[in-house]
């Protein structure tokens, strides 16, 4: 009878340890003004019910976009740890562009409203949710068959595991392209950079600060800086 | 009376009309002789797509020249190229000096 019990017990550990390891396709194609950013990635998702860990890497590419006659080019590079997530205190973490300090956001749950409309992705099938989330609206498809609340970015917070992402203005999107179960080690890299911790907040504050710097410096009489307001998140419109 | 001033005034609209028209063409002549003028964008990058570490210069510049279009052009982005890797590490001291109070 306890064997049993050793057994039960160590089934239910190793199910709820079970991590997953999800390959996304990401793009980002905002170019309705000078401001924003264009690239296109891999967005390596290693995941479990509590945490989660991200890793990214740029995808080369040479692409023409809406018909301009300077084609967006840009250069593969390896994966390197983007972001980690701990999801029993809500929490995401990540590098900032300002060496001294990290980012500890703790404010970026969407409040999705889910719908009654499904397809099929990657053999699983998938339910719509909608949400808005810093200056963006969404649609993302979560599975139940994974029953896990996680997803890229901060795309989380659903029954299931989010496969797809797309903000309706179509510059954001993820896309699930494997899902595989692993072995992979979860951890937060950011502790370990001994850095300063910034809220949310005070990162949009510093980048306000710096892009004005930016822009308003003028090397020569004929330069101009331009740097971006948005990301993913909408930082403050101009 | 009126017959005779319609064809004194007649000829002498001829008279004042040419000249314009003369006018005219030497702008013509004179804006395709200057040098074409052409711009080019090109941005640098460091940092991951859509993180906040990732930080991004465009810089557009212009350049003329006294061959054709394409040769403004290529002017234009090998200046645009250079000032984009110097934004770059203007952006990365600017970024870099950012000190955030409490």
């Known amino acids: 009878m306890k064997r049993f019990f050793l057994l039960v017990f160590l089934f239910s550990f190793t199910a709820f340890s079970q991590n997953y390891l999800v390959d996304y396709k990401f793009s980002i194609v905002d170019n309705k003004d000078e401001y924003g950013i264009i690239g296109f990635s891999i967005t390596r998702l290693i995941t479990n019910k509590t945490e989660s860990l991200t890793l990214s890497k740029n995808i080369d590419t040479t692409a023409i976009i809406n018909g301009k006659d300077e084609p967006h080019i840009q250069e593969a590079s390896p994966f390197a740890v983007s972001q980690y997530k701990n999801f029993i205190d809500g929490k995401r973490f990540s590098r900032t562009l300002f060496p001294k300090y990290n980012l500890k956001d703790e404010n970026y749950t969407i409040p999705w409203k889910i719908e009654k409309s499904f397809k099929t992705i990657l053999g699983y099938n998938c339910q719509k949710a909608t949400g808005s989330y810093r200056g963006r609206d969404y649609i993302c498809y979560f599975t139940e068959d994974i029953p896990i609340q996680s997803g890229p970015h901060t795309f989380d917070g659903l029954p299931g595991l989010v496969l797809e992402v797309m903000s309706l203005d179509k510059a954001i999107v993820f896309k699930a392209i494997t899902i595989e179960e692993t072995n992979e080690k979860i951890y937060n890299p950011f502790d370990q950079d001994k850095k300063e911790y910034i809220s949310w907040e005070e990162f949009v504050v510093a980048y306000k600060g710096y892009f004005e710097k930016m822009s308003n410096y003028k090397p020569e009489e004929d330069i101009e800086f331009v740097v971006p307001n948005r990301s993913i998140e909408v930082y403050f419109t101009k | ?102």
């Open chain 2, 1 to 102: 009376m009126k017959k005779l001033l319609f064809i004194l005034i007649l000829p002498m609209q001829f008279c004042f009309a040419n000249p314009i028209k003369k006018t005219e063409n030497n702008l013509q002549s004179q804006k395709s002789e200057v040098d074409p003028l052409a711009c080019c964008t090109r941005r640098a990058s460091s940092g991951t797509y859509g993180q906040p570490d990732y930080n991004q210069v465009s810089v557009t510049r212009c350049a003329t020249s006294t061959q054709s279009y394409q040769d403004a052009y290529a002017r234009a982005c090998v200046l645009a190229e250079a000032s984009a890797t110097k934004a770059l590490e203007i952006s990365e001291a600017t970024s870099g000096s950012v000190l955030i109070g409490r």
